[in-house]
């Protein structure tokens, strides 16, 4: 009861808010400043809508590239027959209409997200209060994973604009860029790959929050946050490698 009084008092006492479009275009460039508003008055339906809807534009913009890379992948698994094949197109459908699979994925873009987000929110708040015996709330979490994760709009235009200018979904802003794609199905091509650039930005933004959020130190906050990822990486890049490349 004190501790809520205490955090009412502070935010009767603290500058006026940045605003929903404040946060948002100030989490670029002094992210500490939004992630200490976003401790008094947490939020993170407004960047779950904005990372949704860039994800949809994007997801349409190279729907036909990515569809055409799933195939090559199907086509190069062993064991895979002509006639197999043919019966996967089939299904898939033209890789430039609108089929059921990509009216799936398109409905199914801003529930993912959302299911993301409040899934790096709970590893948070498990890491934080669970583990490092901080204190902080799952809201708080919650929007620390979704502000951080806005470096989604950047992501997704860069992504989209490369991706159709190669004609090619084969593009990446890692190390992996620098590695034949023969090795694109191995556990270390997966596992590097996850070293990109916006990843690795958005893994700096929620270590800034969570050093706000928990008032963790700089460098046990980077520590926190760095083994969720290190955990994230290995087991999406086994999981990559074990069903030959369609989990990244």
């Known amino acids: 009861m004190e ?8 935010v009767a006492d603290s500058p006026p808010s940045l605003g929903w479009f404040g946060r948002v275009g100030n ?9 200490e508003e976003l401790n008094l008055r ?7 809508i904005l990372i949704s809807i860039f994800s949809l534009i994007a997801l349409q913009l190279t729907w036909t590239q990515n569809m055409e890379a799933q195939m090559e992948k199907m086509r190069k698994q062993p064991g895979m027959t002509e006639e ?17 699979n990509r009216i799936i994925a398109t409905t199914m873009v801003p529930l993912g997200t959302l299911v993301a987000m409040v899934v790096v929110a709970a590893a948070f708040y498990f890491m934080g209060s ?3 015996g901080g204190n902080s709330t799952f809201k708080k979490n919650l929007a620390i994973s979704c502000y951080s ?4 709009l950047p992501s997704s235009i860069v992504n989209a604009i490369l991706i159709n200018l190669k004609g090619s979904a084969d593009i990446s802003l890692s190390p992996v860029l620098f590695m034949p794609l023969s ?26 929050g969570f050093s706000v959020i928990y008032k963790f130190s700089a460098a046990k906050s980077y520590l926190s946050v760095g083994v969720l990822w290190v955990v994230w990486m290995l087991l999406a890049s086994a999981l990559s490698n074990l069903f030959g490349g369609f989990i990244m």
Do not use: C
Request: proline share 5%; hydrophobic share 50%.
């Open 149 to 152: 994760s806005l470096v989604a």
């Open 42 to 48: 947490p939020s993170w339906i407004l960047p779950w």
């Open 84 to 100: 197999q094949m043919e019966s996967i197109e089939e299904k898939m459908g033209d890789p430039q209409g609108w089929g059921i």
């Open 130 to 132: 669970v583990i490092g």
């Open 183 to 208: 090795l694109s199905d191995t556990f270390t091509y997966s596992f590097l790959s996850h070293f990109e650039f916006f990843a690795i930005w958005s893994f700096i933004l929620a270590s800034i």
């Open 27 to 35: 989490i670029f460039w002094e992210p500490r400043k939004v992630f």
């Open 3 to 10: 501790n809520q009084m205490n955090e009412q008092q502070l």
